[in-house]
Every structure is written in structure tokens, then in C-alpha cells.
């Protein structure tokens, strides 16, 4: 059972990374200015740290 959850943690873990680069992508393209692209960088630091996070309790369980 917890290998489900942790499995299913995975990738949604994965698919926020997925997400979150694509969000990245479509700020260049939208925002040309450094402002907006230095907050999408920010955000994808955030989803990377979160998805690091789901690996480390991963490990844990």
C-alpha cells in the first residue's frame, strides 16, 4: 500500500515538473522582460524543491 502511494507521489511529482517547465517556456515566450522570467525561474526552483521533497519522504517510507 505505501509503495502505491509513494509510486503515485512519483508522478505527480513528475508531472508538476513537466508542468512547471512549461509554464516556464510559455513565460519567455509571453514576458520578454527579466522580471517575470527571474518569477518563473523562482517557481520552477519551487516545484524542483517540492518534487525533491516527495524523492527524500520517498526514501523514507
Request: proline share 0%.
Amino acid at each position: 500500500m505505501l509503495f502505491v502511494i509513494g509510486y503515485w507521489l512519483l508522478v505527480i511529482g513528475y508531472w508538476l515538473l513537466v508542468i512547471g517547465y512549461w509554464l516556464l517556456v510559455i513565460g519567455y515566450w509571453l514576458f520578454d522582460n527579466k522580471q517575470s522570467s527571474i518569477l518563473f525561474r523562482d517557481f520552477l526552483l519551487t516545484v524542483f524543491t517540492v518534487s525533491r521533497l516527495i524523492f527524500s519522504t520517498q526514501k523514507i517510507i
